[in-house]
């Protein structure tokens, strides 16, 4: 979408103009495409099991999250993954999967919808703990045209959504945000 087209952006500008600033400090930070920055000390990340606490709740959706972040780091990093306890290491939980309208036409039906995800991530670092964080929000959306129900569409959506927030979390972790 082009929400996360221009959030991505003006993130990897933002981390350019950090890494810029960084680097001429003389702080050694290594560097890779995906726009994040991890430090050379740290070789190993985990990812505990995301479990969904949200009062309405996609069985999927747990299994989905939980491996994207997994694979995020696994393909956009040199650290190796581990069971627990990993310089980079996160745990948290879904705490919203929702679906309200979007948008209504002047005849008071609803036009889309808006299935929104959100959760909370806890993150240590364990090269530097500045940058670790505890119940930190992340939360995304995806509309969907109003004339469908959600158990048709929520699979693509969920993917979508969470391609979002696996990125948000990303950049949280490896950008320093």
Not at 82 to 107: K, L, Q, R, W
Request: hydrophobic share 40%; charged share 15%; net charge negative.
């Amino acid at each position: 979408t082009m929400k996360s087209l221009y959030r991505r952006v003006a993130k990897a500008i933002i981390l350019l103009i950090i890494g810029l600033v960084v680097n001429s400090c003389g702080y050694k930070v290594t560097y890779n495409l995906s726009g994040g920055s991890i430090p050379p000390e740290a070789k190993t990340f985990s990812v505990a099991y995301f479990p969904n606490n949200a009062p309405m709740v996609a069985p999927t959706l747990s299994n989905v999250l939980t491996e994207a972040l997994r694979d995020k780091f696994s393909r956009q990093t040199n650290l190796q993954q581990v069971e627990e306890a990993g310089d980079f290491a996160f745990e948290g939980e879904i705490t919203n999967y929702s679906s309200n309208t979007a948008s209504v036409s002047s005849g008071d039906y609803a036009l889309q919808n808006r299935l929104t995800i959100t959760v909370k991530v806890s993150f240590q670092n364990a090269v530097d703990q500045t940058t670790s964080f505890s119940n930190k929000s992340f939360s995304s959306y995806a509309d969907y045209d109003a004339s469908q129900l959600l158990v048709d569409v929520q699979d693509q959506l969920i993917e979508e959504i969470v391609n979002d927030l696996v990125n948000d979390i990303y950049m949280a972790a490896a950008g320093n945000w």
